[in-house]
T-cell receptor
């Protein structure tokens, strides 16, 4: 059981380049999330998808777009990479969350380490 | 604003010693609470969670956490640490009606022989 799989694991980009980070989960979860992790700041939510066909902004969405391709896959795109987007990106998934019953833990992938020069 | 505070950035303990990592949350309502561990180069692994009921929660790897409403705290404990416990630990909370999981800034644990 692979859980949450992220590709690639490492990437170096030049400023202005575009890139898509891929995430897939095999746990039949409905909800999926993208976070970025920066030193001293914990994890911050970029975008999430509560269920297939829906996406919503988190706390730091600027400069990113997402696509919920199907139930398993949730991709994060950087259209024009900037040095401030150098970070470690984590994808997570959880059982479907009904508003008011959001007590399900999230399961995380191993991360994508992205450097933008 | 909803927030989670981990006041200790870095803690060093001797192998075999006891451990307590602190976590406090803001905002009046009690959130759902979680502790995660992150080993170097890895993703986050859930250690334990608290939703309601018994305030002492048991998790994996011998960890436990105690919820104290009066102190808005959810501290993580382990009676005797092992060298393999060296990692970064994150406390997280999710409030009623909010999709967002709010993380603390993490506590890095170093184990010395």
């Amino acid at each position: 059981n692979a859980g949450v799989t992220q590709t690639p694991k490492f990437q170096v980009l030049k400023t202005g380049q575009s890139m898509t980070l891929q995430c897939a989960q095999d746990m039949n979860h409905n909800s999926m999330y993208w976070y970025r992790q920066d030193p001293g700041m914990g994890l911050r939510l970029i975008y999430y998808s509560a269920s297939e066909g829906t996406t919503d902004k988190g706390e730091v969405p600027n400069g990113y777009n997402v696509s919920r391709l199907n139930k398993r896959e949730f991709s994060l795109r950087l259209e024009s990479a900037a040095p401030s987007q150098t970070s470690v990106y984590f994808c997570a998934s959880s059982v479907y969350v009904i508003i008011g019953q959001n007590n399900q833990p999230q399961h995380f992938g191993d991360g994508t380490r992205l450097s933008i020069l | 604003a909803q927030s989670v505070t981990q006041p200790d950035i870095h803690i060093t303990v001797s192998e075999g010693a006891s451990l307590e990592l602190r976590c406090n949350y803001s905002y009046g309502a009690t959130p759902y609470l979680f502790w995660y561990v992150q080993s170097p180069g890895q993703g986050l692994q859930l250690l334990l969670k608290y939703f309601s009921g018994d305030t002492l929660v048991q998790g994996i790897k011998g960890f436990e956490a105690e919820f104290k409403r009066s102190q808005s705290s959810f501290n993580l404990r382990k009676p005797s640490v092992h060298w393999s416990d060296a990692a970064e630990y994150f406390c997280a909370a999710r409030w009623f009606g909010n999709e967002k999981l709010t993380f603390g800034t993490g506590t890095r644990l170093t184990i010395i022989p």
